[in-house]
């Protein structure tokens, strides 16, 4: 009896790292997941805004890049890291593509362009995680989520 009296806070003490370690990556792993579900909700929003602004008759004309972007930049404003946030817009009129913002990838074509117009919003944001430890980024080491670019696209076709 006498030799086992600390063996617990031994057992304890070679625990509680790994514990908190696990705790630390499912704090930043939720964070992550609210980041991606955060930039494609924000994509999809600026493209249902720049489709569904012309859509009836008597609406208002379809909106700038600049106000798609604004719309997207406000839904993605409960992240933290803004800094990083690209938005690009474009639009495919009948082969006339044009875009704005950085970021994102090429323009998506129409199988039928002389009936729709294809707007796309690509959003990318690069996830910071919100704790840290022990990194060695040129070792390429790292005990939690490193960072990580989030990238989401949102097309949708538009009336001419």
Not at 4 to 33: D, R
Not at 83 to 111: E, H, I, M, R, Y
Request: glycine letters at 10%; charged letters at 10%; aromatic letters at 6%.
């Amino acid at each position: 009896m006498k030799g086992k009296t600390g063996q617990a806070v031994i057992e304890f003490a070679l625990v509680l790292p790994f514990l908190l370690l696990l705790i630390l990556n499912l704090v930043n792993f939720g964070a992550l997941l609210y980041a991606c579900l955060t930039v494609a909700n924000a994509a999809r929003a600026g493209a249902q805004y720049m489709v569904l602004a012309g859509a009836s008759l008597g609406a208002p004309a379809p909106p700038t890049a600049a106000q798609v972007a604004s719309v997207v930049t406000q839904d993605v404003s409960s992240l933290p890291n803004q800094a990083s946030l690209q938005v690009k817009v474009c639009t495919n009129n009948n082969g006339t593509v044009g875009c704005s913002g950085s970021g994102g990838g090429a323009p998506l074509t129409d199988p039928e362009p002389t009936h729709y117009v294809v707007g796309t919003v690509d959003v990318t944001y690069t996830y910071q995680p919100l704790l840290g430890a022990w990194r060695f980024p040129n070792l390429g080491i790292y005990l939690t989520i490193p960072p990580s670019t989030i990238h989401r696209r949102a097309a949708m076709r538009m009336l001419q």
